[in-house]
């Protein structure tokens, strides 16, 4: 499991305009893009100066694609990235604060101690 | 010398800015008691007359990131434009662009490194809502140069609390052993208790007031000792798991000093956190007599 990898892609798609709607609209084509050709992108770095072994594990593919906050937040990716990309794909389609609420509600289970999310 | 104009330490609110300028049916119902606190709180810097800001605060994965995470980061360049597309989105922030000054960073540097923090440095810093929610607040005219001081409270392992009190020890020494004859104000911003994406977010009040209670007393009182005694980076995740944002609060204490009774608190309860505003006047109430 990568926490690391599973933040990369929050943070890389909830910082761009255009692939946070890609993201909204097709989950799976933009998780199985990312991975290909973002993954190994080192941010800091040209392009051709890439890692070779990042990759998701099937369950953190299939927490992407279901846009499952849930999920995500139980594997330990990072809550604030995680909150603020689906804020930006999902607050719209609800009244004031509706999503949010909506949001910590589908956690209620969830008790202390959180999942680690030290990377 | 500097003198140490002003100590102020803040929660930093990225709804603010929003809720004080929307009007009609847009102005939240406690937009007109949150500005009026905001400017009681702002008078107090303005009252201080200060030259330069050196402003504490913590980037929210804008333009650190975990491939090079800086534990403290002092940003030392001629100026700092602000905000990112993610603020402008969420909280509606405007794009701005600050002065730096770059004598004051370098020797915050320079003498931070011979005190044993082992600062790391950026000469092209964009800031985000950590470091102009308080510029909003505080000074909304932006026109002083300043000093961004970055922490890490977001991605552990996170410096323990007592590092951050340190630091804030020496971040007052520091300035005032600056060769200059201008007046510093030392802002930071941190949370008290908060909750961010996860089961307890977004309630009627922040996730733990009995929290919030105590920590605004620690901090009014300028109870370090009391404080550091109660509050770990395990005791941080129960207030609710954005909590270790306190730790600038634990920062901005020991810049103002064991004991030291903050000269302007106040609170003010909203749903999802409570917002707190603390200053001190090392040297006296500006325009009374010095109290010792």
């Excluded at chain 1, 933040?7 to 761009?16: A, E, I, P, S």
Aim: proline share 7%; glycine share 6%.
């Amino acid at each position: 499991m990568s926490r690391y990898l599973l933040d990369k892609f929050l943070y890389t798609v909830d910082r761009d305009p255009e692939l946070v709607e890609r993201y909204r609209e097709d989950p799976a084509g933009t998780v199985e893009w990312w991975e290909a050709e973002m993954a190994n992108r080192i941010l800091n770095c040209t392009s051709d100066e890439r890692s070779t072994w990042l990759e998701f594990t099937e369950d953190e593919r299939r927490a992407l694609r279901e846009h499952d906050h849930v999920t995500l937040f139980q594997m330990g990716a990072h809550p604030f990235l995680t909150l603020t990309l689906f804020i930006a794909m999902f607050e719209r389609d609800h009244g004031p604060l509706e999503y949010q609420k909506a949001y910590g509600k589908a956690m209620e289970h969830i008790t202390l101690p959180y999942p680690d999310i030290t990377t | 010398m500097a003198e140490l104009a002003a100590v102020i330490a803040s929660t930093h609110h990225p709804f603010y800015y929003r809720a004080s300028t929307s009007t009609g049916a847009d102005r939240p119902p406690f937009a007109d008691e949150w500005v009026a606190k905001i400017e009681r709180f702002r008078e107090t810097l303005t009252r201080a007359e200060p030259d330069v800001l050196v402003m504490v605060g913590s980037d929210h994965f804008h333009q650190l990131w975990l491939d090079n995470m800086p534990q403290f980061l002092v940003g030392k360049a001629p100026f700092f434009d602000a905000n990112f597309y993610n603020e402008e989105r969420e909280f509606g922030l405007p794009r701005m662009t600050l002065r730096g000054e770059e004598d004051l960073a370098a020797h915050l540097l320079r003498d931070g490194l011979d005190r044993d923090f082992d600062l790391a440095f950026s000469n092209e810093l964009r800031i985000d809502h950590s470091i102009t929610c308080p510029i909003i607040t505080l000074r909304p005219q932006a026109d002083l140069p300043i000093v961004p001081v970055y922490t890490n409270i977001f991605a552990p392992p996170l410096p323990q609390p007592r590092r951050f009190v340190q630091l804030g020890r020496a971040i007052r020494e520091m300035v005032e052993s600056w060769e200059s004859d201008k007046r510093v104000a030392v802002i930071g911003t941190g949370h008290l208790s908060l909750e961010l994406g996860g089961p307890r977010q977004f309630g009627e009040h922040g996730p733990d007031p009995e929290f919030d209670r105590k920590a605004v007393e620690w901090i009014a009182s300028g109870d370090i000792e009391g404080c550091l005694a109660e509050v770990s980076l395990d005791s941080l995740h129960q207030p609710g798991n954005a909590t270790h944002g306190f730790m600038d609060f634990m920062l901005m204490m020991g810049v103002a000093g064991e004991g030291r009774k903050a000269d302007h608190v106040d609170t003010l309860d909203l749903f999802h956190t409570m917002e707190a505003y603390f200053t001190w006047y090392p040297n006296g109430v500006p325009g009374e007599a010095a109290s010792a």
